[in-house]
């Protein structure tokens, strides 16, 4: 029986079982974003966070490619990089081969702000972790995998 009282093998024959998964993993990852959210430094948003994520990942990032990655518009992109530059988390700095483009990358400040907010955020986790008996814990685990393949499969939109 599932929450509704409804026996699993009848929501499986009916074929709302992916649906059912689908709408409780997305209220579980929702809830489990929020709560990390919420341990970022304050003054930095969800979005300036992704952004300087994306920076260190690619290294020094046109905007364009910055805007893609962030599958934000560039006009959207420029206020975020206007209050990275502002708070000295990023430097702007012209390609080496064409001058007329501008490449962004993580300022040591940028980088001592996502160290922090990754490791803040990775013992909200572990503590939470901690709390779960072994068998959960190996769920956990055994998830790890099969999440990263949702994350990545995006031909599967």
Not at 41 to 60: H, I, N, Q
Not at 66 to 78: D, F, K, N
Not at 96 to 116: Q, Y
Not at 133 to 155: G, K, N, Q
Request: proline share 6%; no cysteine.
């Amino acid at each position: 029986m599932d929450r509704t009282g409804t026996p699993a093998q009848t929501r499986a024959q009916t074929g709302r079982e992916p649906v059912d998964l689908s709408a409780g993993l997305r209220l579980a990852v929702m809830r489990l974003a929020r709560r990390l959210r919420q341990r970022a430094d304050v003054g930095t948003t969800p979005s300036m966070l992704s952004a300087l994520s994306t920076v260190e990942r690619r290294g020094p990032i046109t905007l364009g490619d910055l805007a893609a990655a962030e599958r934000i518009t560039p006009a959207t992109l420029s206020v975020i990089v206007g209050r990275l530059e502002q708070e000295g988390l990023v430097v702007r700095e012209p390609d080496p081969s064409d001058g007329r483009v501008a490449r962004i990358r993580l300022s040591p400040v940028g980088r001592r702000l996502i160290e922090r907010n990754r490791r803040r955020k990775t013992a909200y986790l572990a503590r939470r972790i901690e709390r779960l008996d072994a068998d959960d814990r190996e769920a956990v685990r055994r998830a790890l995998p099969v999440l990263e393949r949702l994350i990545d499969d995006e031909d599967g939109s």
